[in-house]
């Protein structure tokens, strides 16, 4: 985190919601009470298997391919550049399931 950031303010960053980012990060026991020495966890790192595409993802966790891309600046990169989008067994992506949606 940086000065001024909040729990609220990085999750807006991100596309996600506030709830999201404190139920993945144990060590915030105060989400209102942080620092800028604290480090805060986007989200689970998800290994995807060779029959895993970036709309399978979405649909199982309820978000968008444009999230999971969002979250992915390296994949991201790959679709923006019109390369071939081929994720491969072990890959690890971040996805932030869509539990605590307004």
């Not at 909040?6 to 807006?12: H, N, P, R, T, V």
């Not at 895993?52 to 600046?73: C, Y």
């Amino acid at each position: 985190m940086k000065a001024g950031d909040s729990l609220y303010s990085i999750a807006q960053d991100w596309g996600t919601e506030w709830l999201n980012l404190w139920a993945g990060n144990d060590l915030l026991t105060k989400p209102g009470q942080t620092d800028e020495k604290t480090e805060v966890r986007l989200g689970p790192l998800l290994s995807v298997s060779h029959q895993d595409s970036l709309v399978s993802l979405a649909t199982k966790f309820s978000v968008s391919v444009q999230d999971i891309l969002a979250w992915n600046p390296d994949l991201h990169a790959q679709v923006e550049q019109e390369i071939d989008l081929i994720l491969f067994d072990g890959q690890e992506i971040c996805v932030l399931p869509g539990t605590c949606i307004n």
